[in-house]
Structures are given as C-alpha cells and as structure tokens.
C-alpha cells in the first residue's frame, strides 16, 4: 500500500466501497477514511463520522465537533485553513476513525471496530506517528488496548485529557470530546500539546511503559 500524497483524502487507497459490514452500508453516505500528511508525527483518532463527515468523506469537519478539533490543530499550527472548511490544509497532522462508515441511530458496535481495525493499523503502520491523540473515551480505550500495558479501563477521557501517557512505541496523549469540552480544558490541551512540540517528543519512539 503507497502514499499519495498529492491527496489529503484518503492518501493511502483504501477501499473506498468497503462492504465489511453489510447493514452499514444501507446508513452511511460514504466510507471515511483517513485525511491529513502521511508524514504527520501527529495522528489524532476519533469513534466513526458524524452526519456531515459522512457527507464530505473528511473526518471532523462539517459539525461542531469537527470545527472544534479543526480550530485546536489550528492553535497548533498544524491547520492552515479555517476551522469550518471542509478539506482542511493540515500539515504534520493525520485525523481518522476507529469506525469508517455512519450508523445515525447509534455508536459502533465493538464487531464493527474490529472490522474496521486493519483500517486503523494499516494508516498508523504507514504513517508511524510519534503522538496518538485518541479523541473521546472510545477512542482511548481502543488505542489503550492496543498501544499500552495497562488495562484499557484505567484510563478516562476527561481525567488523562492532556496528560502523557507511554505507549508501546508512541506516546498518547488523550483529549477529551472537543464538543463538549470548557475552554479550559481546550486551552490546556493546547497548552500541553505546544509544550510537547517544544520539546524531544522524536525521542520517545520505541519506549516501553504505561
């Protein structure tokens, strides 16, 4: 599997019809797959599209949870375009999904994650970040599982939001919701993030730890 870099949308060619999971695909617009820089050091990881990703094919643009995201990787540095722009120009940041396909009537079941999880590993595979930044309690609990040696159910969203978190060859550092969250805890992941950016975050890859 190549990068195509000449595309933030899907860059690596995934299978844009997917049919994995059959009843998803009488509810969704589109498979949504990932979006950014395919040498982004940055791969932030959110539950499945909302209505108006699953509209755009990009992942967290179009709702209040996306433009929220959108204006946090813009403090960062890491969006030139505007947060409410629904093919942002991120640059060192990679967003995507645990889920690719919209079920309007609920959260994805944990079959479906599963079946969506080649998807995941094969972009962080790719991509080989330094920082995940799982958004929202699903996705923490999926990356914990994965990418840590403590039990998932340690780790909450609102509680780690910000905080650093040693993974088995990245480091996590979890946000809460961006929809729901204060400006408070925004600023502070803000805060915290540039702080990481300042500092020898390339350094950290290949550690072993909580």
Do not use: W
Request: aromatic share 6%; net charge negative; with cysteine.
């Amino acid at each position: 599997m190549d990068a195509n870099q000449q595309t933030r949308a899907n860059p690596f060619g995934m299978d844009a019809d997917c049919r994995n999971c059959p009843a998803l695909c009488e509810t969704r617009e589109r498979v949504v797959h990932g979006y950014g820089d395919v040498g982004a050091d940055f791969l932030f990881v959110g539950e499945a599209p909302g209505e108006r990703a699953d509209r755009t094919g990009v992942p967290f643009t179009g709702d209040e949870r996306g433009e929220a995201l959108q204006h946090v990787l813009g403090q960062l540095g890491l969006n030139n375009s505007l947060p409410s722009d629904e093919d942002p120009e991120l640059e060192n940041a990679f967003v995507t999904y645990l889920t690719r396909c919209r079920e309007p009537e609920r959260p994805p079941t944990d079959e479906e994650v599963r079946t969506c999880e080649p998807y995941l590993n094969a972009e962080i595979r790719m991509i080989n970040p330094e920082i995940l930044v799982p958004v929202g309690q699903r996705a923490l609990t999926e990356i914990a599982t994965e990418y840590t040696t403590a039990p998932a159910e340690e780790f909450d969203a609102v509680e780690d939001h910000a905080t650093t978190i040693r993974g088995r060859g990245f480091e996590i550092v979890p946000m809460a919701d961006p929809r729901d969250a204060s400006d408070d805890e925004r600023e502070a992941f803000v805060d915290r993030f540039l702080a990481l950016m300042d500092g020898d975050y390339r350094q950290t890859k290949g550690r072993r730890g909580r």
